[in-house]
């Protein structure tokens, strides 16, 4: 029979989950209260939320919403990263954090994203990706290019007739005059 801060805990790693882009896994061990205090920050700046769970809870949440459930990544002391923005500002804050404090103390598992999951090398590689805004920019510039491409030879045709009949009238002044 679960306990009843079981149920409870389980219940609001449900509600947390609701809404996720992406789930992030890292392994903690030894970092202190101030170390945590800061990843978090920088999360929650990445529209993100860090959670320390037991991983039988969290495997629960995950089922209950249907998502995969990763056996590799549930061992050890697991800090779940819930990214309900976009998912690589999470990465990013993620990978930069643990770069820059080049210890052992917060190492990436891995990642799923929708339903699919990524090794921690996929969570570095999405990290090193532009922004959601930079690549929607990136594919509406692309798309854009062949129609101002297309406007532009049009627009040279009729430039080109305007200016031949402009001379043509002009001829025909001279010639009247």
Known sequence: MPSQANVQELQELVKVLEGAQAVFFCEYKGL???????VRNKIREAKGNMRVAKNTLFKLALKEHGLPVPEEVF???????????????????????????????????????????????????????????????????????PIRGLVTVLSG????LVTCLDQIAKEKEKQAA
């Open 157 to 160: 045709t009729v430039r080109g």
């Open 75 to 145: 061992s050890g002391p697991n800090a779940f990263t819930i990214a309900y923005g976009d998912p690589v500002e999470v990465a990013k804050a993620l990978t930069n954090y643990v770069k820059a404090s080049k210890s052992e103390a917060l190492k990436l598992k891995g990642a799923l994203l929708g339903r699919r999951f990524i090794d921690a090398n996929g969570v570095e590689v999405l990290a090193t990706l532009p922004a959601r805004d930079v690549l929607l920019a990136q594919v509406l510039g692309t798309m854009e290019a």
């Open 32 to 38: 202190t209260v101030e170390q945590i205090g800061e």
